[in-house]
């Protein structure tokens, strides 16, 4: 790639617009600057930008994302071969265990949710394609984090915030890595309450047809229903039959 080529306002733009999450739903010209390194007057620009072509709207002081954003992640889901492949599996498997299923790929220190056969609310915050959630902490992010490479994730780890989200989230960045090497160790990973309270998951990795690891896929449930031990029991061997499954199916 010939960086002649490269729109680089493009790239400050796109910035701009990943600054927008649950946490930061509207922004100020200043907090735009300080989240993106422009100055002010850049932001500003391309707040205004944004807002023109139709992806923002203000009130004269702060500004928010449209409902046009969602045509950028619907459109780019919509053309993954991936999601297509795994939601009819999803479907059934979630059928079977009765519980919600979901498949999720690796974003810097975040897993997003690409498909999700949902059969009841178990976390608080709705899921859905396109959610959001820190890779260190999740049974999904773990797998993702254990088959990828080593040097590549300590550095990741290094510079991700691990303020644990409840009481029982691994926080130390030597034991989270000891738990990366168990989860690629025996191929699967079980994740106690440290999303959230009340919320035990169990993931397993999805390999294409060359034997790369492309996904993770895992099914939530809450903590009455099964210790954690009990999960591998009940819940992997059909995890697993799906993963066989949808393998071949996986370029």
């Known amino acids: 790639m010939n960086k002649k080529d490269v729109i680089g306002s493009l790239g400050k733009a796109l910035s701009v617009l990943e600054c927008f999450s649950a946490d930061t739903p509207r922004l ?8 993106t390194g422009l100055d002010r007057a850049a932001a500003r620009r391309y707040l205004i930008s944004l807002e023109y072509f139709g992806y923002l ?7 928010r994302p449209t409902i046009k954003v969602l045509r950028l992640g619907v459109s780019s889901l919509s053309s ?3 999601p297509q ?19 999720s790929v690796l974003d810097g220190d975040e897993i997003v949710y690409i498909a999700r056969a949902s059969q009841k609310r178990v976390m608080s915050v709705g899921l859905m394609p396109g959610s959001r959630l820190p890779a260190h902490c999740t049974s999904m992010g773990r797998v993702l984090l254990a088959y990828s ?39 699967f990973a ?4 440290e999303v959230e309270l009340g919320l035990r998951s169990i993931a397993i990795p999805l390999y294409s047809l060359q ?19 009990q999960m591998r029991k009940l819940y992997l061997p059909a995890m697993i039959k799906f993963q066989k499954g949808v393998r071949r199916f996986i370029h």
């Open 28 to 35: 100020t010209i200043s907090e735009a600057a300080g989240l």
């Open 57 to 63: 709207e203000s009130d004269g002081k702060f500004y």
């Open 80 to 82: 993954m071969p991936l």
């Open 85 to 103: 492949i795994v939601q009819p599996w999803l479907d059934q498997l979630s059928e079977e265990l009765q519980q919600s299923c979901s498949v």
């Open 149 to 187: 490479d080593s040097t590549i994730v300590n550095e990741l780890l290094s510079n991700t915030n691990l303020t644990p989200l409840t009481p029982y989230t691994l926080s130390n960045l030597d034991a989270i890595k000891a738990e990366l090497e168990k989860v690629k160790k025996e191929g």
């Open 190 to 193: 079980v994740v106690d309450q």
């Open 211 to 229: 034997g790369n690891v492309v996904a993770a896929l895992n099914t939530g449930i809450p903590s009455i229903i099964a210790e954690p031990e």
